[in-house]
């Protein structure tokens, strides 16, 4: 199962981004999906997901800086960043599993991940 991410780049402080994660062997309705974020010298950190049975879940750090939502028709699945700041600057990953279900925070769960992109946020 492959998921491709897309949309990141550089970006001025103050705009707004949507990453895009394709998945063609990866349906996202009724299978659970997750945004993570690893920064430069950081740790990986999870910003938002979908669960199995299609609710949202944002991080308490990330509430109301960032929508997460899906176009199942298109298998698709996307993050808008609202307000970039220098220290949204990180690779984001997309990731999701088949046999989850519900959500989980914890990334180890999680079975299928891309290869990243790529988010640089200019001051």
């Not at 950190?45 to 049975?53: C, K, L, N, P, T």
Request: net charge negative.
């Amino acid at each position: 199962v492959q998921l491709v991410e897309s949309g990141g780049g550089l970006v001025q402080t103050g705009e707004s981004l949507t990453l895009s994660c394709t998945a063609p062997e990866f349906a996202f309705d009724g299978n659970a999906m997750i945004w993570v974020r690893q920064a430069p010298g950081k740790q990986r950190e999870a910003v938002a997901g979908i669960g199995s049975d299609g609710s949202s879940h944002v991080a308490t750090s990330m509430k109301g800086g960032v929508t997460i939502s899906s176009d199942n028709a298109k298998n698709t699945a996307y993050l808008q960043i609202h307000n970039v700041k220098p220290e949204d600057t990180a690779v984001y990953y997309c990731a999701g599993d088949k046999e989850m279900r519900g959500f989980s925070w914890y990334l180890g769960a999680w079975t299928y991940w891309g290869q990243g992109t790529q988010v640089t946020v200019s001051s």
